[in-house]
Nanobody
Framework: QVRLVESGGGLVQAGGSLRLTCAVS??????MGWFRQAPGTEREFVAG????????NYADSVKGRFTISRDNAKNTAYLQMNSLKPEDTAVYYC?????????????????WGQGTQVTGSS
């Protein structure tokens, strides 16, 4: 059984930092993605990484502030979020794709975690 479990969310002041963790069990994947969804909006891509080569991809809104990484030995992915803004407030999800691709599209992802709330206060 495949499971993705996020942790590390919380409340942080603007300019602060958080690190999210996604623990994966059940199988390995070609890539992992982080997405977020704020109330009343669609789920959007934040960052992605390939497990073996560590190739990364970021949404323009988080480039230079967020860093995605992975620990292959632990089958765990991370999202380091620095210089947080109030507009980063959302539920953050990690996800694994159905195919061997690094995609920004939610439809390409088949496995999802339960989400973790991140709130950036002004």
């Amino acid at each position: 059984q495949v499971r993705l479990v996020e942790s590390g969310g919380g409340l942080v002041q603007a300019g602060g930092s958080l690190r999210l963790t996604c623990a994966v069990s059940g199988r390995t994947f070609y890539a992992m993605g982080w997405f977020r969804q704020a109330p009343g909006t669609e789920r959007e891509f934040v960052a992605g990484i390939t497990w073996n080569s560590g190739v990364t991809n970021y949404a323009d809104s988080v480039k230079g502030r967020f860093t995605i990484s992975r620990d292959n030995a632990k089958n765990t992915a991370y999202l380091q979020m620095n210089s947080l803004k109030p507009e980063d407030t959302a539920v953050y999800y990690c996800a694994a794709p159905r195919w061997s691709i690094l995609s920004q599209h939610t439809d390409d992802y088949i496995y999802w975690g339960q989400g973790t709330q991140v709130t950036g206060s002004s």
